[in-house]
C-alpha cells in the first residue's frame, strides 16, 4: 500500500491540531486540519478523506451535526470522534451516527495513530467486499471459502 492515507484533524484547539498533524505525519499520513465543523466540510467538498478525527465542542457547527453530515455525504469516511467531555449519552449518538470510535481526551500520539490505523483497516474491510462484488468475483470468492482443502 503505497498511497499514504488521507487523516482530517478537527478541532477548534491549535495544540491540539498540531499534535495530532505531528505523530499522523510521522506515521506517514497526508494529513490536514480544521478548526471548525464549516472548515472541516469544506475541505471534504475539496477532496474526501479517508479519516477524520473529530472534536465534539467546537465554535459554529457540533460536533454531532458534522459526523451526520460526512456520514450522509460521505459514508465512506470513519469518523472517529474525540472529546474532552465525554459521556455515555454522546457515546451512544455518535456511534449511532456512524462513528468508528469514541475517545476521551486527552489521547496521546500512540493512541492517535493507532485510531487512525483501525478507522483506515475499518475503511478497507467495508470497501472490499464493494470491489470484489464490482469486479463479479464475490460468488467466486464465497464458493472458493467454502470448499475444504483450498488455501485462503
Not at 478497507?124 to 464465497?142: F, I, S
Request: include cysteine; glycine fraction near 6%; hydrophobic fraction near 40%.
Amino acid at each position: 500500500m503505497t498511497e499514504k492515507r488521507r487523516v482530517l484533524v478537527v478541532d477548534d484547539n491549535e495544540i491540539v491540531r498540531l499534535s495530532y498533524l505531528r505523530s499522523l505525519t510521522a506515521a506517514q499520513c497526508n494529513v490536514e486540519t480544521a478548526w471548525n465543523g464549516d472548515e472541516a466540510l469544506r475541505a471534504m467538498e475539496e477532496q474526501p478523506f479517508d479519516v477524520v478525527l473529530l472534536d465534539l465542542r467546537m465554535p459554529g457547527m457540533s460536533g454531532m451535526d458534522v459526523l451526520k453530515a460526512i456520514k450522509e455525504k460521505w459514508p465512506d469516511t470513519e469518523v472517529v470522534v474525540i472529546t474532552g467531555y465525554p459521556s455515555v449519552e454522546t457515546a451512544k449518538e455518535a456511534v449511532q451516527l456512524g462513528a468508528h470510535n469514541y475517545l476521551a481526551k486527552p489521547v496521546g500520539p500512540v493512541e492517535v495513530i493507532k485510531a487512525t490505523s483501525d478507522a483506515v483497516t475499518q475503511k478497507q474491510w467495508a470497501l472490499h467486499p464493494l470491489g470484489m462484488q464490482r469486479e463479479g468475483r464475490v460468488a467466486e470468492a464465497a464458493s472458493v471459502e467454502g470448499r475444504p482443502g483450498v488455501a485462503h
